[in-house]
């Protein structure tokens, strides 16, 4: 029995918490003063002063109540339109639920298509959070290796790892570490296998927006059959800078939200009431999302255009989102090492992804912060590798 604070004893806690792991969290956490920070995945701008003033108006006029747990009917039906005109997913109004969050939904996501033993396949490098929420709900993640430089998905390999286990399936595209953006063949394929074997798709849309290559953005919702088996995340917090709003959206058939809406119902009710008018006009006003996508477009060519003055590093050109992959084998350090020796002696804040499948000799950078802050950053690599 493990020894409380004062000392005594304390009950003990279920062995698939202890198991959590923080994802990218112990990389996210402010550093030292004068350190670099090339990790944050996050825009580097102030959420649009509308959707602000929508709130602030909001809470000014007492807004404050207890509400429908979806969401309200007009900020549904804000959302549902969006996903219907932009992305062609025939989802109703009451098969949309806000929530705190993209993350959350994504949990939401893994409660409905996962049981005990399931596997779920995701596609490596992913976002940790995946893997950790598969867990958390008693599946089991099975990792199925995108290959460098460009990380896309093989159909072939996905079809080999499906067994009589498999539940579900995960998209993340454009991908969170990878920058891929994987084309409308590749998308039509993996809703095709997950037909033909009967898997949930659990599809994370939360950078659908982001996409700098001419690929046309498929949403796996969109094909033919695809809708039923497809839960739908998204939200605005990267498209209009409203990470620190904690606002997402549940997007599937209505009698799955249904189901959701009333977890949601029973766990933290609804997002703030106030912050519903701002979430439903972030779904009417994406006219911010045009001047970040220049910015981003910028920053990136900024930061691979001084990546490529490092001899020793190798940046793959993403495709969308706003992080850059670079392998650093050619340093001779692992990935671990480097960012650790980045820290200590450049004073530069970088994500390793030795830990991830996939993921092995890889670092992740963000373009995601200012110009300054990127010269900085690369800068300083620079002339630590060239000692
Ligand atoms: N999905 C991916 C792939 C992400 O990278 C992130 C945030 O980094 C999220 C979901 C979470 O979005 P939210 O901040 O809305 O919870």
Not at 297 to 319: G, H, T, V, W
Request: proline share 7%.
């Amino acid at each position: 029995m493990p020894k409380g604070a004062m000392g005594g004893a304390m009950p003990d806690i279920p062995d698939y918490l202890k198991r959590l792991k923080g994802g990218f969290k112990a990389f996210l956490s402010p550093p030292p003063e004068g350190v670099v920070r090339l990790t944050v995945g996050e825009p580097g701008f102030d959420t649009p002063k509308n959707i602000a003033d929508a709130a602030t108006t909001a809470l000014m006029a007492g807004d404050t109540h207890y509400t429908r747990g979806e969401g309200r009917e007009e900020l549904c039906t804000a959302w549902a339109s969006h996903l219907r005109s932009r992305w062609k997913i025939p989802v109703e109004d009451d098969g949309i639920v806000i929530t705190p969050g993209a993350k959350q939904a994504l949990l939401y996501a893994f409660m409905v298509a996962v049981q005990e033993g399931d596997e779920v396949i995701l596609l490596a490098p992913c976002w940790p959070t995946h893997a950790e929420q598969v867990e958390l709900v008693g599946g089991v993640p099975v990792f199925v290796r995108c290959g460098a430089p460009t990380f896309h998905p093989r159909v072939d390999m996905i079809r080999e790892a499906i067994t009589e286990k498999t539940s579900a399936i995960v998209i993340n595209t454009p991908n969170n570490p990878t920058g891929a953006v994987y084309t409308p063949q590749e998308m039509i394929a993996i809703v095709e296998l997950a037909i033909k074997h009967d898997l949930w798709i659990i599809s994370d849309e939360i950078y659908t927006e982001l996409i700098w290559n001419d690929t046309e953005y498929i949403a796996p919702a969109s094909v033919l059959g695809g809708f039923e088996r497809t839960l739908t995340v998204t939200g605005p917090s990267k498209t209009h800078a409203m990470t620190g709003w904690r606002i997402g959206v549940f997007a599937a058939p209505t009698s799955v939200a249904k189901v959701v809406g009333r977890l949601q119902g029973n766990t933290c009710s609804h997002i703030p009431s106030f912050l519903m008018p701002a979430a439903e006009l972030a779904a009417k006003d994406w006219s911010s999302v045009e001047m970040f996508r220049g910015e981003y477009i910028r920053r990136k060519e900024l930061m691979l255009d001084l990546l490529q003055q490092i001899p020793s590093l190798s940046a793959s050109e993403p495709e969308g989102a706003f992080y850059v992959m670079v392998d650093v084998r050619q340093t001779g350090m692992d990935a671990a090492t480097f960012a650790k020796r980045a820290m200590d002696e450049a004073l530069v804040q970088v994500i390793p992804l030795d830990s991830l499948p996939g993921g092995e000799g890889y670092i992740r950078l963000s373009y995601a912060a200012d110009d300054d802050v990127i010269r900085e950053g690369i800068g300083r690599l620079r002339s630590w590798l060239a000692q």
